[in-house]
């Protein structure tokens, strides 16, 4: 098999024109597919017949929820080829993820907590998914402010990489806390093994809005890739040659 291209993406030069080249194909049908999802959720989907109008904050808060996990499953997977190929970019592509994947967590608390209350009457709850959700969160400031506190960049590349990869332990029991213990949090209503329990009419603007959001994730994913190679290579030749021309 040729590894060729793996090599190839381990370059920066090359990672940073990809992306560049890439960005733009994501965006767009990430704003499209946002859009149609809320209009689709917002304004198609009929109410639910109990939880009635409030049921649509499901179309925010599932999808960031869903975005938080991958977006921390994508970073220690970087972190775990960084480390074993020793692979500068793949560092970078993982401190790109932390703040993206921060954002989504934080905004899938806040979104669990303004559906929480009037459906189970509290803004919060110590109940397992919860807590490991919050957990999470927590898991991906540290990893930011390891890197940050570290000055030496080879050093704080690996410290922040390992605990990135010991950190992914809790993407399976955020997943499957509902599952493993008596909780709070609804089971999964999509990810599940056979049918979805939802109608069509709601089901199809949630999943067009997980496509959307995991599009929008690459895009980001890839500015913010950009940028860290640039903060990386500032210094290197080819740098001035691509802000040259």
Known sequence: ?????????????????????????????????CLLALYGGLVLAPPDYQQGEGF???YVHA?????SLMVYTTMALAAAVALIWRIKVAHAAAAACAPIGASFTFAALVTGSLYGEPMWGTWWEWDPRLTSELILLFLYLGYMGLRAAIEDPQRADRTSAVLAVVGVVNVPIIHYSVSWWNSLHQAPTVMRFGKPHMSPAMLWPLLVMLIGFTLLFAALLLVRLRAEILARERNAAWIREELGA
């Open 1 to 33: 098999m040729n590894w060729t291209w793996f090599h190839r993406l381990g370059s920066p030069p090359h990672a940073y024109r990809l992306a560049q080249r890439l960005t733009p194909w994501f965006a767009w049908p990430a704003a499209i597919l």
């Open 56 to 58: 649509r904050m499901i």
């Open 63 to 67: 999808p960031t929820a869903w975005m």
